[in-house]
């Protein structure tokens, strides 16, 4: 009963800080939030887009009445009364009223309230593990925040800022989520080799395919903001933190099983334990190669549609830039994995054995 107290003192905290560092709705200072209170009028043009009049109370619990024209903001959303939307001032008038478009939905109480389910089931499930891994979680997300992304912004090379940051994260992450032993002290070398490894792969192989980080709007936008960054640097360092996620999972399963076999028979010697481990982990290699795939298929899915009906042929879709950064991430966080498997087999294997 003491323990499941102070799991969920910790859970409670560790709520409190995640939600305390990352929400910071002061840098929204144009933004109003309110509510739809009444719908006065709406209806459709002859090109199908709504017009509404909207009663809407503001957190400050004052009202005002504003004219929502779809035609004008790009969005062919119709409004509902009870409805929670944030607004921002389009102009003022010669009277110096504001005058008031609906740019969004609110929906951060729907994000606090999936990450509170998150670490409830997390907790049942992990137990303390689930826990730590959590605090995990929360370490990564403050080393990227207050480390990584500042450090860059400020014109550092991204690539060897990344590096530096995973090598933080890599043994702080793991030692939390699967404790200190040597199913974790191998799962981590296996990482930090396989990690180097990437890394100047995808350096290679990045400046070969001459990928230039400009393929999205986002990009071309962050360069003209500031011109400090290296925006190559960046499409390296983010194959590089996505593929290191990825890793865990993988260094961690197969120096686990190799422990869990020399548990289980002491009699096996390195090659039997290499062998038996590695006949699960190339499963393990095609499953992790199929989900990789349909991670980032899902995550482009707008944009692979745009292309099924394009008229261009499927060599000249896959040389756009924006569609070769895709393979190439994909491609190079499957050598990843496929190099991560045996080697961290191996290195189990040596250490159960010499143990």
Do not use: C, W
Not at 256 to 264: A, E, G, H, I
């Amino acid at each position: 009963m003491v323990r499941i107290f102070k799991i969920s003192v910790y859970a409670i905290l560790l709520l409190v800080l995640s939600l305390t560092a990352f929400a910071n709705d002061s840098n929204i200072s144009t933004q109003l939030k309110g509510v739809i209170l009444e719908v006065l009028e709406t209806h459709k043009d002859e090109n199908g887009n709504f017009y509404q009049k909207l009663k809407i109370r503001l957190k400050d619990s004052s009202e005002i009445i504003i004219e929502n024209n779809s035609s004008l903001t790009a969005k062919n959303i119709e409004y509902k009364k009870g409805e929670k939307i944030v607004l921002q001032e389009a102009y003022k008038t010669p009277e110096g009223e504001s005058m008031y478009v609906i740019t969004d939905y609110q929906r951060t109480g729907h994000l606090y309230f999936l990450f509170v389910l998150f670490t409830v089931f997390a907790i049942l499930v992990g137990r303390k593990y689930g826990l730590y891994s959590l605090v995990g979680m929360a370490f990564s997300y403050l080393i990227i925040f207050k480390f990584i992304l500042p450090q860059i912004l400020a014109g550092g090379n991204p690539i060897l800022i990344t590096t530096i940051a995973s090598l933080f994260i890599i043994p702080v992450t793991f030692y939390l989520s699967h404790g200190f032993n040597k199913k974790t002290h191998v799962a981590i070398a296996s990482t930090i080799v396989v990690l180097v490894i990437t890394v100047l792969l995808t350096a290679v192989l990045v400046s070969a395919a001459r990928l230039t980080g400009y393929s999205s709007e986002e990009a071309m936008f962050l360069q003209v903001s500031n011109e400090k960054i290296n925006m190559k640097g960046i499409l390296l360092a983010g194959i590089i933190i996505g593929f290191l996620g990825v890793l865990d999972d993988v260094t961690v399963s197969q120096s686990s099983m190799v422990m869990q076999l020399k548990s289980s028979n002491r009699d096996l010697g390195t090659l039997e334990l290499y062998k038996k481990a590695m006949a699960v982990g190339r499963d393990h290699i095609t499953s992790m190669i199929n989900t990789l795939i349909l991670v980032y298929t899902g995550a482009s899915l707008p944009l692979l549609l745009l292309f099924v009906n394009n008229p261009h042929s499927f060599s000249e879709i896959i040389n756009m830039e924006l569609i070769a950064e895709e393979v190439v991430r994909t491609l190079i966080g499957s050598i990843g994995l496929i190099t991560a498997v045996p080697l961290s087999t191996l290195l189990a294997a040596i250490v159960a054995e010499e143990v």
